[in-house]
């Protein structure tokens, strides 16, 4: 396709951001979190731009994510995933690509390619493990070269789990170690949960394809393990009552542990984080400090729910994708009738404004260690004796918290560049962990507690 604009364009690599899939179910609210840090006093994002397969449907996300007010000249740039050369004129322009365009096994690596080729940064909300590591092993050498940072999961999936588990650790003080930490999720709201239909896709997909991860994985160097204290934790049950929260929780193959492991076994290789691509001897001294205070542990996610029923669409949707997802018809069948296979969690037309407005979400981190590392090393299968409990809320997972992530995670890129890496697809957490970006989501509604610390 052409690469056409509403107004002329400025000079290459002008644009700030340019959001791609800026009229989708998601890709509108990232872009009206966006317009929020437009040209505002302080903010280090002074131009964007919009693209997509349909300049129209760009200019009505405009329109609606502009509100009552007339929408900002912005200009509307469009690009398909299958045309290359249109994404690596979008690269060629920006200097960050924030892709909303989902699934991400379909459609990402076209973008990341056309990133990488040109030296721009790329940042996402994949939840995706399987297109991440890919993109990680055909990738990365080439990143660090060009210096394009890849980061993906800078969204729900995963940047709670992640720098919610970074906040969690600093606080295992002194010789305090944890052993194993289970994140907890509850989403609450007042009317019915609805969940994004590009997060349903992904899942059964995801599932569909299992087969090709484990794969991948075969393929690839055996990741460095992090030394933690104590023993390996108990499998545990499926289904788990956890009295002191008040909840019900479900095992997930969540992929928020998937990438937590990434990010410690990265800095397992690299203890004292990595390098920023022009840091000051402050930042240097930063980072060092902030990772020196960083204790791994075996992680974990359960879907937490009020009562054991509240678990049942769950349990139900677990099992038709398991049973479907392998064969065509099954598959197809699911991405027809989302919203009976997951008893109205998810369904083709996203949630109602007031469905997303209503919903939050809460992520329990419950940690158990050691009170001393001496003890657990020296004592062996030593059980724990510490409990730490934190806790990380927020707005409606999918339209709300992710795109304020987002947003924060492209601001930091923007502001603070030279002291990031110079380029590679990394994980979120070791990129962003010695920042201010858990400040900036406090600062925009999603927030960081200390619940309470017990001897067991």
């Not at 509307?76 to 989902?102: F, H």
């Not at 193959?253 to 000051?280: F, I, M």
Request: proline letters at 8%; hydrophobic letters at 40%.
């Amino acid at each position: 396709m052409s690469n056409q604009t509403s107004s002329p364009g400025p000079d290459p690599k002008t644009y700030d951001v340019i959001i791609l899939g800026a009229s989708g179910f998601t890709g509108k609210y990232v872009l009206r979190e966006a317009l929020k840090f437009l040209t505002t006093p302080n903010s280090p994002l002074k131009t964007l731009a919009l693209a997509g397969r349909s300049p129209e449907r760009l200019s009505e996300a405009l329109k609606w994510a502009s509100g009552p007010g007339s929408p900002p000249k912005i200009p509307l740039l469009t690009a398909d995933t299958t045309e290359p050369s249109s994404l690596s004129r979008l690269a060629a322009q920006a200097k960050i690509i924030l892709n909303c365009v989902g699934p991400f096994r379909l459609y990402g690596e076209p973008v990341v390619s056309a990133c990488v080729d040109s030296g721009c940064d790329y940042i996402d909300i994949c939840g995706e493990p399987e297109f991440m590591e890919r993109m990680e092993a055909l990738y990365h050498e080439k990143a660090v070269e060009k210096g394009s940072l890849v980061i993906s999961a800078c969204g729900f999936d995963s940047v709670p789990a992640e720098i919610g588990l970074l906040f969690h650790s600093r606080k295992w003080v002194g010789p305090s170690v944890p052993n194993r930490v289970e994140a907890y999720l509850s989403l609450e709201s007042d009317k019915k949960i609805v969940g994004n239909f590009g997060t349903y896709e992904s899942a059964v997909l995801g599932v569909a394809n299992a087969h090709k991860l484990l794969e991948l994985r075969k393929t690839r160097p055996k990741p460095a393990r992090p030394a933690i204290p104590g023993p390996s934790p108990p499998k545990g049950s499926i289904i788990e009552h956890q009295k002191q929260l008040g909840l019900w929780a479900l095992k997930l193959p969540s992929a928020d542990s998937t990438v937590v492991r990434r990010t410690l076994t990265t800095l397992t290789q690299n203890p004292h984080g990595l390098p920023g691509v022009n840091e000051t001897p402050k930042n240097i001294k930063n980072r060092e400090t902030f990772w020196s205070s960083i204790k791994p542990a075996h992680f974990g996610v359960k879907l937490g729910s009020k009562s054991l029923l509240g678990l049942f669409p769950a349990i139900v949707l677990g099992i038709f994708i398991g049973l479907l997802s392998k064969i065509a018809l099954g598959r197809r069948l699911l991405l027809k009738f989302p919203s009976f296979f997951s008893l109205g969690w998810f369904r083709k037309n996203g949630p109602s404004e007031a469905e997303v407005a209503s919903a939050t979400f809460k992520m329990w981190f419950v940690g158990h260690g050691f009170s001393d590392a001496d003890v657990a090393s020296s004592r062996g299968n030593k059980k724990p004796d510490t409990e730490i409990v934190t806790r990380v809320m927020g707005p409606e997972v999918g339209y709300l918290a992710t795109p304020i992530i987002l947003i924060q995670c492209a601001l930091i890129v923007l502001a603070d560049r030279d002291s990031l890496p110079k380029g590679g697809v990394l994980t979120p957490g070791i990129v962003f962990g010695p920042t201010d970006l858990q400040e900036r989501l406090q600062a925009n509604g999603i927030s960081f507690d200390f619940v309470s610390k017990n001897a067991l």
